[in-house]
């Protein structure tokens, strides 16, 4: 039996059942839930690996119940949807989503992309277990407890910010390019990707560095990327 517990968020129950027979047949251990109410009560009772979730729900749109888990659980969610519109596809990224399958898919796909985020699951457990904190001048981040620090006062990040100070911090005096921070952060590069990203940094920068006498953490490269400086 695979360890990997799934939480199948769908409302169609013929989706459900593709979904649910692929992941018996593969040996994961599941759970279903066919609203976003429910998706919500058996994450944070549960606890799972890992969300397939469609944006379509009865009772609320699938974006509200990503932003709802992001306040407090980093559990990856891979979006289902037939929503197949790059303005849908950002939105449920920007919201926390960590991938985005649209429908219809193969089974084959379904089962790749669940493969990917174990491999991407192990890699985070394991660096988490090789440095636990990781200090740079006056930040801190303490990787096991999922927080950030700035001069021993804690830092209110959003997901997206925390996952980009964290990759920024485990490359410390490495210049990222666009493009690898996108396909770390959201798991590809879309033009609208950058555009993002360049809000996000904007934001985090912000509370890097809160007035004209900070550190500069955060060194932009000019139609390259950006690098966590070494202070």
Aim: net charge negative.
């Amino acid at each position: 039996m695979n360890k990997t517990l799934i939480l199948v968020v769908e409302d169609d129950k013929s989706v459900q059942n593709l979904m649910v027979t692929t992941l018996k047949a593969h040996e994961y251990r599941y759970l279903t839930a066919m609203s976003g109410e429910t998706a919500i009560l058996e994450t944070s009772s549960h606890n799972p690996d890992i969300i397939l979730l469609d944006l379509g729900l009865p009772d609320m749109d699938g974006v509200d119940v990503i932003r709802k888990i992001r306040t407090w659980s980093d559990t990856p969610i891979i979006v289902i949807s037939a929503r197949s519109e790059d303005a849908d596809k950002v939105e449920a990224l920007d919201a926390g989503a960590d991938d985005y399958l649209t429908k219809p898919f193969s089974v084959e796909e379904l089962l790749a992309r669940l493969r990917v985020t174990e491999r991407r699951l192990a890699a985070s457990q394991n660096e988490q277990k090789k440095d636990a904190v990781f200090m740079n001048g006056s930040l801190r981040v303490d990787y096991s407890a999922g927080c950030a620090y700035l001069e021993d006062e804690e830092l209110h990040l959003t997901p997206i910010e925390y996952k980009l100070l964290c990759l920024l911090c485990r490359n410390v005096g490495k210049v990222l390019t666009h493009t690898f921070i996108t396909q770390k952060i959201w798991g590809h590069s879309w033009d609208n990707d950058v555009a993002s990203l360049r809000v996000f940094m904007a934001t985090l920068r912000k509370k890097l560095e809160k007035n004209s006498e900070s550190v500069q953490y955060i060194q932009t490269h000019v139609g390259i990327g950006y690098r966590m400086v070494k202070v």
